[in-house]
């Protein structure tokens, strides 16, 4: 009886904008639809899931997921990756000023190794005063008179 009452159908009228239905009949074929009728049926059926469900994700296509997720995950990488470069340059910015600019290519190829190593080891957390002590070897209760 419950399956009788699924099939039944009834008739309405619905008005539609000629240009949506142009749009509806190129789906059709697609969405393996025999007539606008179930075409119309299908797409109502959809949007009132949509419209009941708190995640709608769920009526995303999976395609449509997938390719975001993708983007998310290259963005989220590659801006990682600018970051910790970033990160290095400052790194060598901060030895560099807090050395006074003492330096030629061989230290700048050493200072780049240094800055790598030392942002992996602090996670990022440079800071200016912990260079200077390092490039200056003072201790934090030591004073420093200024530079030479």
């Known amino acids: 009886m419950k399956e009788n009452q699924e099939k039944r159908s009834e008739r309405t009228v619905v008005w539609l904008d000629s240009r949506l239905i142009s749009r509806m009949d190129g789906w059709l074929e697609a969405d393996n639809c025999k007539n606008r009728s179930e075409f119309i049926n299908k797409a109502l059926r959809f949007y009132m899931g949509y419209l ?11 395609a ?3 390719a975001i997720q993708g983007t998310m995950d290259d963005n989220a990488n590659r801006l990682r990756s600018l ?6 340059e400052m790194n060598m910015m901060s030895h560099t000023i807090a050395a006074h600019f003492r330096t030629d290519e ?8 240094f ?3 030392e ?3 602090t996670n990022g957390q440079v800071d200016f ?3 200077v002590r ?9 004073q420093w008179q200024g530079s030479f």
Request: proline share 2%.
């Open 134 to 142: 390092r490039q200056r070897r003072i201790e934090p209760d030591d």
């Open 129 to 131: 005063e912990d260079a």
């Open 115 to 117: 800055a790598v190593d």
């Open 52 to 62: 009941g469900s708190e995640d709608n994700t769920a009526y995303l296509s999976r």
């Open 83 to 88: 970051i910790f470069k970033w990160c290095v």
């Open 119 to 121: 942002v992996k080891r």
């Open 64 to 66: 449509l997921l997938t």
């Open 106 to 113: 061989i230290y700048t190829r050493e200072l780049r190794a």
